[in-house]
């Protein structure tokens, strides 16, 4: 459901209206999702075209607007450049443009700074959270460092093997988290704060093909007990907003994160 | 330090570039990848090295172990010249130096063959160093896979059929093999899954501890370095800035571009505000870098700074390094 429309139901037709108009993605690898053939400015310009009905002129005024909007600097001239002139950072910065170019209401970030030096990191990251002030647009943020999760984020989707284990209010996920699979990821994740013990999640990710049976997390679990292997899991409101797929939860009483005070 | 294990002296590598013509190759600029590095490992020790990509990181690792030839520079190894060693020396001397330098990949889907077993690819350095009788082999080769963590039918499959971490282990199995004194981490878990680089750090932990190992751990990844180094230093454009005990470091970083790459990562506890220097621009290129200082361009205290030299790497106490001209205690 988007906007009270049911967005499975729709036709490929009207889902491309949507795409990059209320809806938009930043993709993970800058340097293969623009295109190395065209300019910046007609990758920028495709978009707004194809949403707006605006004029030529209108057009290129927009698509300076946005590059100013993202920080890249005299965006005049090069906005004329391919892709390839451009570093990891610029190239991000671009990606992040073409995304808002109709002003979303809905943006995906697909692992938008996996590829980026730390430092240049810290600037996309920045960026993003003051964007997402300044354009009111509602933001998820796809990643596996629990780090940008915790300074970016208000509420937290676990997934694990294609099924949600834990939703909750990112704070209550670091500090209580109810599911086995996130306490045990927390504890694996190393800080740059402090040196841990780090724990060990035993065993590989399951190959999809077939999925173990029942809670999909069992074989690696260290509560598992016989009903987690036939039986799959529920999600379960333990708290306010926060929801968990576990039989055991009740009985199980897990650590999270040292959180600072 | 008299019980170093390596020492490492105004190490360089540049790499010329070519313009690109038919006729005339013409040299039109130098990369200063590793640019007079010098610092020492302790036995037992590991030593991190962090920096952003195209630092010199992986140019370092190389030159160490001499698989690509120095411009300039030493490295001792146990009290030998390596550089001399691989010139000058005999076959069977330059053997019995690989044998006590071994390095782990970052890609272990690019650094095992395909089509050989994991027995073969284990037993392979017994082929070359000959240190291990045929009718040992296979004790020898299940011995090690015990000791990484994996059982004794794995030695009849092939690469394809193990996961990133359990290849990662593969490898270092096989770097085991020769019984190094010393091994080189080159972001050995920079392409495996988050829920299993705890597996391996603590794999390379424990080795360490039970075979008296030192490493040279090389990383982008902050996290990880504070995890399991006992020293540090941090790279930049070929230059080391700063190198001081891990804890030390990451407490009390004196240099500002140690403390805008600290800063700048992430840190998964929601509660933790932190002041952040986020650094304006990027990394020049390391193709004729900036004279002087090389960090000048994107320091936050450059107005101040009044020197034009390069700063030189002074000990500040504690055997604490830093090469700049505003030294901040704070």
Redesign the interface.
Known sequence: MFNGEDLLKKSEEEMRKLRGGDIAIIFQDPSSSLNPVYTVETQLSDVIRAHQNLAQDEITERAVELLQLVGLPAPETRMQEYPHQF?G??KQRVAIARALACEPKLLFADEPTTNL???????V??LLNELKTKLGMSFVMIT?????????TARTVVLYAGRVCEIAQ??DL?VQPRHPYTA???A??????M??T????PG??PNLIEPPTGCRFHPRCDYAVENCKEETPVLEQVGSEHFVACYRWRDIKLKG????? | MSDALIHIRDLVKYFPVYSRGVLLKREIGVVHAVDHISFDIVKGETFGLVG??GCGKTTAARLILNLIEPTSGEVCFQGENVFEKFKLGSSEEKLRLRRKMQLIFQNPYGSLDPRMTIFDIVSEPFIIHKHVPKNEWKDRVYKLLSLVGLEEYHAERYPHEF?G??RQRICIARALAVEPDFMIADEPVSSL???????I??LLNDLQKNMGLSYLYIS?D???V??ISNRVAVMYLGEILELAD??EL?DKPIHPYTK?????????????KRL?L??PG??PSPINPPEGCRFRPRCPYAKECKREEAPKLMDVGRGHMVACHIIHYD
């Open positions: 570093s950072g610029m030096d730390v430092t240049i990191q810290a600037q990251l920045r596996h460092d629990m780090g940008i999760i915790a300074e970016l990112t704070p670091f045990a990821l927390l694996a994740v190393p800080r740059l704060d040196r841990k780090l724990r060990i999640i590989n990710i994160e040292r959180v600072s005070e | 952003e990509s996961s971490g359990q899954d988050v829920s299993i680089r705890a597996q750090l603590n982008h902050l996290s990880s504070r995890q891990t804890d990451f805008a790459l600290i800063q700048a990562v992430p840190i998964p506890d929601p509660k933790t952040r986020i650094l990027e990394v």
